[in-house]
């Protein structure tokens, strides 16, 4: 397991030891980053941002018949990202956040163990990794809000709902977050609040891109 791009390609990471943390696979890692790297300090801005102070996010309208969903970065063009990994495992998906230019980031998960090991990697960004030791279903209210969030919880046992509402209703997300959820390929989420921007499919595995709208 590695960082895939950014200030830290290459970088290793330690892998877990067993079955109980099912990392999301590298390739699917990098899939989903693309999506979304305009969203990240330091990419290239997209061409037409939305106008300054304007803080909500849009889709770009679909051409007739072009299956592609693209997502505007926001607004600001290079505001500081702050990304939330939430049943972090690893902590692969918040430090290759990190390493592509976000201004800090947040591992969260009820065993911290190996996503400490991993963060204590990168000695350089100490003062920009928080790891929280915490039930994703119960969380505690949040000192930040965050932009762009990455859930991956067991798969088909309904926790991502419970983690999703948790997170909103304790203020952990800034104002047209981007969430992430991975699923098994062939699990439903029951969303309310929630609009579906995007879903992929990679291997086994399914990534929905929600926004809030409660």
Not at 15 to 25: G, L
Not at 87 to 102: N, P, Q, V
Request: charged residues 30%; hydrophobic residues 40%.
């Amino acid at each position: 397991m590695r960082i895939i791009a950014g200030k830290y390609r290459g970088k290793k990471l330690f892998s877990p030891k067993d079955e109980s943390i099912r990392p999301t696979a590298d390739r699917a890692r990098e899939s989903v980053f693309n999506i979304v790297k305009n969203r990240m300090v330091g990419l290239t801005p997209h061409p037409n941002p939305l106008p300054q102070g304007e803080r909500e996010k849009k889709i770009l309208p679909l051409p007739q018949g072009e299956r592609e969903k693209k997502i505007l970065p926001l607004p600001q063009g290079e505001r500081e990202i702050r990304a939330l990994d939430v049943f972090a495992g690893s902590g692969a998906f918040g430090l290759e956040a990190l390493s592509r230019g976000a201004f800090e980031v947040c591992l969260i998960d009820k065993d911290v163990e190996l996503a400490r090991k991993n963060a204590a990697l990168f000695v350089a960004e100490k003062d920009k990794i928080k790891v929280l030791k915490a039930d994703a279903c119960k969380l505690p209210k949040a000192s930040e809000q965050y932009d762009l969030v990455f859930m991956d919880a067991p798969y088909n046992q309904g926790l991502s709902e419970k983690a999703l509402l948790s997170m909103a209703e304790q203020g952990w997300l800034a104002d047209g977050a981007l969430v992430i959820v991975e699923t098994e390929k062939n699990e439903v989420l029951e969303l309310t609040d929630w609009r579906v921007v995007d879903e992929r499919t990679y291997g086994i595995a399914k990534f929905w891109f929600l926004e809030n709208i409660g």
